[in-house]
């Protein structure tokens, strides 16, 4: 199977709301960045695909004139313009349409990253490449840059490349907040269920 190698400053890997606007803001700032997504469409949980509503700055109405700005707020207004039914299929356009808009930005949907080239000790290491398959084209890309993003949700490229992790919450003392477990665990979410209702 014949590796294409593909070169820009910046490799976002993950093209849900994070590796989008992180991809935005990079073109935006004159970087060619290549924003790889292993799902057709873009915005990650906020998708059609998922419809995870994206609510963070409002806390579900409960601060009532706080938003989400920057390139959120961007694709916030575009989506209250042209989809007063917050319609996702329309939702997914604005998104896919807002990466569209930016030259700088090549966009590998349907693409799994996969494998990783790093080097260097377990604190520092470096990244080299990451590596993809693009189902249904069959297509074996390299993506080789200087920086590389782990927008994946669930920080799979780091893993991939060896870096240290940890799974579960941090002890209080660590970060200084107030509502962390006294001493660290493993504890993590556990299953959520979305549902909708129509009355
Ligand atoms: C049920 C549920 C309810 C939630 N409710 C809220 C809420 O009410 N308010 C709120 O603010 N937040 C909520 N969240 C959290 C919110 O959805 C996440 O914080 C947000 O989606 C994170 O965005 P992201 O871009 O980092 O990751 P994601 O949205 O997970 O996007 C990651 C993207 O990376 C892609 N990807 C993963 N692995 C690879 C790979 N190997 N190669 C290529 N692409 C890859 C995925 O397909 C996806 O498109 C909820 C989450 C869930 C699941």
Redesign the pocket.
Known sequence: MKLEVVKTDITV???????VCAAVAAARLGQTVAL????PV??????SE?R?????ATA?GTHRYARETGIMGEMFVENQYRNIDGNPYIWDLVVLETVRAEKNILLFLN????EVEADGEEDERVIRSVT?WMMGSERRIRFESKMFLD????G?IGFLAGAKYRIGREARHEYDEDWAPEVADDITLGS?L?FYTIC
Do not use: E, I, K, P
């Open positions: 890997v993950g093209g849900g709301l994070a590796g790889v997504n292993n799902r873009l915005g990650g949980n906020s998708s998922v995870v509503w994206v609510c963070g579900h693409t799994d990253v996969h993809g927008c994946t949700g669930d799979l959520t979305l």
